[in-house]
């Protein structure tokens, strides 16, 4: 029936996707008219006006022109906004683990900073004196992620290899203590961090952001790995490529498998043609 043709290449005709989704579903539209002008001229309809009305009811050309449209664009929308929240979570991730990454090298830097600057005010000295402290207090004042320093005079000790097992059980000539920021959601930890001569031994426990930089990153992979997953594989689908094989291969391999997807699909493309 010539005018069924008609209509439903009509309806088709600036949809813009898959050929082969597209001609699938051409084919179950006209296969549902052909059946609802069967069911009328079996009512005593003619066939003109089973055509006629049967094409009526299924929205006429306008509407269903539509509503077609409309499903093919959601469609597309939704693959693309997939793909690109999947690079916007890859791209905050490198970025929040770089500048946590950048935070750390600073601080570590400014700690080696600090215990040289104690070390060069206790060299060749054998007491700490009130102007002492308040140097050091105002270094350690100056600093954002040191907790607490400690300072022992190892001069008495004889056996270099013993300077720990001294700090460890002796008590210090000077302490210095500060409360640090260090909100909940940092997941921060405190960690000691030594350094010494044969005069002096400087300890200082410092604050390091390091969890919270293991948790982004593997949080926001874990949603990156999922979010691409899920884009290759609709994208796989209206492309009538879709197999389990496929989609074990985005699961594990990600963007690479998804190369290799694209670079077999060429390849056959090219050999059919």
């Known amino acids: 029936m010539k005018q069924i043709d008609v209509f439903v290449n009509s309806v088709y005709q600036h949809v813009v996707g898959n050929r082969n989704e597209i001609q699938e579903l051409k084919a179950e539209m006209k296969s549902h008219l052909l059946e ?12 003109q006006y089973a055509i006629e009305l049967a094409i009526q009811r299924f929205g006429g050309e306008q509407e269903m022109r539509s509503v077609v449209s409309q499903l093919f664009q959601a469609q597309k929308t939704f693959a693309k906004w997939v793909l690109y929240l999947a690079v916007a979570v890859l791209i905050f991730t490198a970025t929040a683990v770089g500048i946590i990454w950048s935070i750390e090298e ?23 004196t009130e102007d002492m402290k308040l140097e050091i207090n105002r270094l350690i004042k100056g600093t954002d992620q040191i907790s607490k320093v400690e300072l022992y005079n190892v001069r008495n000790v004889d056996n270099p290899n013993l300077v ?21 959601w940092l997941q921060a930890d405190f960690f000691p961090y030594g350094n010494g001569d044969s005069e002096w031994y400087v300890n200082m426990e410092t604050r390091h952001i390091g969890s919270l930089m293991t948790i982004i990153l593997f949080a926001g992979m874990a949603i990156y790995w999922t979010l ?13 490529r879709l197999t389990i094989g496929w989609i074990l291969v985005f699961a594990f391999f990600n963007w690479v498998g998804y190369v290799g997807y694209f670079l077999v699909g060429k390849r056959t493309k090219e050999i059919n043609v």
């Open 36 to 47: 609802a002008v069967h069911e009328l001229k079996s009512q005593g309809k003619s066939e």
């Open 164 to 184: 720990f097992d001294y700090v460890r059980d002796a008590k210090p000539d000077y302490r210095y203590e500060q409360k640090v920021w260090n909100p909940t």
């Open 228 to 240: 691409f997953t899920i884009w290759a594989t609709v994208n796989a689908y209206h492309n009538k």
């Open 106 to 128: 600073e601080n570590a830097n400014e700690n080696s900073i600090v215990a040289t600057q104690i070390f060069d005010m206790l060299h060749n000295t054998n007491q700490i």
